[in-house]
């Protein structure tokens, strides 16, 4: 079986590999890459019957990276790999492409299990947080406006571009923005979306 493994973390691939080797019976061919574009080169030449992919890639990474890899290689069973396991974060994955989300903190167990539902072409999520847990908070500090101007935050968007995909005028916008970042208890846009992202709402 042909496996690729996309992480920046060398010791996490190595540690992976193992694991993987260890929970599985049958022979595994397991490419490496520590990029999105070296994982992507390697697609081009290869067919993999699963991608695992690290979601915190630099350069080409999260849903961009995960819709690129899903392109080059649409009968792999694509599975995200992530330190987040927020709700949000889960589902945003499988709605983009992703068969299968799996925690960097699961143990071989859980990857034995989520392997096989996805070479048996399921979908392989883990199970639901505890209640309180981080992946469900952010409804209960904004409101749905507010999450959807957080949303283009994190997307990177000026005020003016979130103002023309929202329809609202600049001055709106703003308010907004002050908002939430006063809920969130955060000083600046970048610090609201790296908290956002820790969390897993998007």
Known sequence: MNILLVDDHALFREGFKLMLQRCWTMPLHVVEAATAEIGLEAAAHTRFDVIFLDMGLPGLGGIEGLC??????????????????????????????????????????????????????????????????????????????????????????TNREIGAHLTMGDDTVRAHVTALLKRLGVRSRTEAALLAKRRGWF
């Open 68 to 157: 690129a890899f899903r392109q080059a290689q649409p009968e792999a069973g694509l599975v995200v790999l992530s330190a987040t396991e927020g709700t949000q974060a889960i589902r945003q994955a499988l709605r983009y492409g992703a068969q299968g989300y799996i925690p960097k903190s699961a143990d071989s167990a859980t990857l034995r299990e989520a392997l096989q539902r996805i070479l048996d072409g399921e979908i392989y999520e883990p199970p639901p947080a505890m209640p309180g847990g981080e992946g469900g908070e952010i409804e209960a500090i904004l409101t749905p406006r507010q999450i959807e101007v957080l949303a283009e935050l994190c997307a990177g968007r």
